[in-house]
């Protein structure tokens, strides 16, 4: 019964160090998605005659105006795509914690008795 | 305000971990707080480089090539920017172009400092209230604790 219990409570805080990762992996997307908004928000006070530059390693390469924003646009949504999943796997981890504070409880019970 | 009803009726051991959490959000508040203030000093100090070179004829400057290295330079070109607008990306901006996207940076900033001080005027009224609740249970516990051996 003890070493049930053991293994129990040994699987419920993996369970919660796993969603712990998954909610700090979705801090950081929600950090890039915001990043990128507002360079995307710099973009439209800028137009087609502006020259852009993009820093890659150390040095600044000139850029299109409508690459760049292309490019981000593309980022915005690559983000979105990855916040989505990353809180579907939230939502998962969490029914998986769910269940493994119920098995957790039964077994107490059980050895309570 | 639900909350600080509930206060008074927990445990005293509960409400130190509540204390405990408190305590960690402020601090990680004021960290946030002290970043944005930093965040803030660097773009005004790029406005006031562009306030510098506009201010001076002098088209002599020294180039940091490393942070301890300098080459002289002169200075082609004083209505031209390139300003750092995030994620790796550079746009070129005249003088007051420049100005208005680091004062527009600024703003929000300074907006979102406020926003943070509000927080944590609340948590510290949170951890205030608790510490009180806190202190009250134990010196009720004590004065329990006498009446019993008496």
């Known amino acids: 019964m003890n070493q049930e219990f053991e293994k129990a409570s040994l699987s419920f805080s993996k369970a919660q160090n796993e969603l712990n990762d998954l909610i700090s992996t979705r801090q950081q997307l929600e950090t890039q998605y915001q990043e990128n908004k507002i360079v995307l928000d710099e973009f439209s006070y800028l137009n087609e005659d502006s020259k852009i530059f993009k820093l890659t390693g150390p040095v600044l390469l000139p850029q299109d105006y409508s690459e760049a924003k292309i490019n981000v646009e593309k980022r915005i949504e690559f983000i979105q795509e990855e916040i989505k999943r990353a809180e579907t796997k939230i939502q998962g981890q969490q029914k998986i914690i769910e269940e493994s504070r119920n098995t957790l409880m039964d077994i107490r019970q059980k050895m309570s008795n | ?150």
């Open chain 2, 1 to 150: 305000m639900s909350q600080r009803i509930d206060l008074s009726q927990l445990q005293p051991q509960q409400l130190v971990e509540i204390r405990k959490s408190t305590e960690d959000e402020i601090n990680h508040f004021t960290q946030s707080l002290q970043a944005l203030q930093t965040a803030q000093n660097k773009l005004k100090d790029c406005i006031n480089s562009i306030n510098g070179m506009q201010s001076t004829k002098n088209d002599d400057i020294l180039v940091p090539m490393t942070s301890s290295l300098y080459l002289p330079g002169q200075i082609k070109d004083r209505s031209k920017y390139l300003v750092d607008i995030g994620t790796g990306y550079y746009a070129e901006k005249n003088a007051d172009e420049a100005k208005i996207s680091f004062e527009k940076k600024i703003n929000k900033l300074s907006q979102d400092s406020t926003k943070l001080k509000d927080i944590l005027v609340q948590k510290n009224e949170v951890l205030n209230n608790i510490t009180l609740i806190l202190r009250s249970k134990v010196i009720q516990m004590e004065k329990e604790q006498a009446q019993a051996k008496a």
